[in-house]
């Protein structure tokens, strides 16, 4: 069965730390893995990973993949209270088109 | 602009009611979703469709229907036989470009939030 795991299920941090998201996956023919940022309403797009080993960066965030392991990590540097939101992640497969989320996880920043 | 619209944001319904959530995309995409959110569950996929006039049953399809009769539309009905449909519904679209090509990312509108009193 496909599956993504996020890990943690939430997370409270102060302002100015350093966050790890992670994301495990069992895909089948997998094509590419998402990060996405959810704040209220519709997901918003962070990064599409498909090769191991090269890391996206944007801003304060950044993501890495590796394929042979199966995960993912999103980290978050200095953290800011707008960074609060629910982080997603999925996976696309070859196999219909179709994309398996995580739960996510929930990162609170406090001042 | 291009994106994706859904309506109502807001739906309250009696129980034994059908109600339909409505999904209009001008990016013209081919493949579009709807997915079910529920605190702590993550996203579940419930309908797909990757061109007009075909769909498939996703993992939480029971007590659901879905057309695509147009490539901007696909409404989603929730049936009375849906058990429990108090939850927020998140319809989305990505580029269908084929079994061998490249990775998609999808696209998704504001949501729509059930509730069934």
């Known amino acids: 069965e496909d599956k993504v795991v996020q890990s943690p299920l939430s997370l409270v941090v102060h302002e100015g730390d350093t966050v790890t998201l992670n994301c495990s996956y069992e895909?089948?023919?997998?094509?590419?893995l998402l990060w996405y940022k959810q704040e209220k309403k519709a997901p918003t797009f962070l990064f599409m990973l498909?090769?191991?080993?090269i890391e996206k960066k944007s801003g304060r965030l950044s993501s890495i993949l590796d394929k042979k392991e199966l995960f993912s990590i999103l980290n978050i540097t200095a953290t800011q209270t707008g960074d609060s939101a629910i982080y997603l992640c999925a996976v696309e497969s070859n196999t219909g088109n179709q994309f398996y989320f995580g739960t996510g996880t929930s990162l609170t920043v406090i001042p | 602009d291009g994106g994706i619209t859904q309506s109502p944001k807001y739906l309250f319904r009696k129980e034994g009611q059908n109600v339909t959530l409505s999904c209009e995309q001008n990016l013209n995409h081919d493949a579009m979703y709807w997915y079910r959110q529920d605190p702590g569950q993550g996203l579940r996929l419930i309908y797909y469709?990757?061109?007009?006039?075909?769909?498939q049953k996703g993992d939480i399809a029971e007590g659901y229907s879905v057309s695509r009769e147009k490539k901007e539309s696909f409404p989603l009905t929730v049936t009375s036989a849906q058990k429990n449909p108090t939850a927020f519904y998140l319809c989305a679209s990505s580029p269908w470009t084929g079994l061998n090509s490249g990775a998609n990312v999808l696209t998704f509108g504001a949501g729509s939030r059930l509730t069934v009193l």
């Open positions: 895909v089948t023919n997998f094509r590419s």
């Open positions: 469709s990757q061109i007009v006039n075909d769909f």
């Open positions: 498909t090769s191991s080993g």
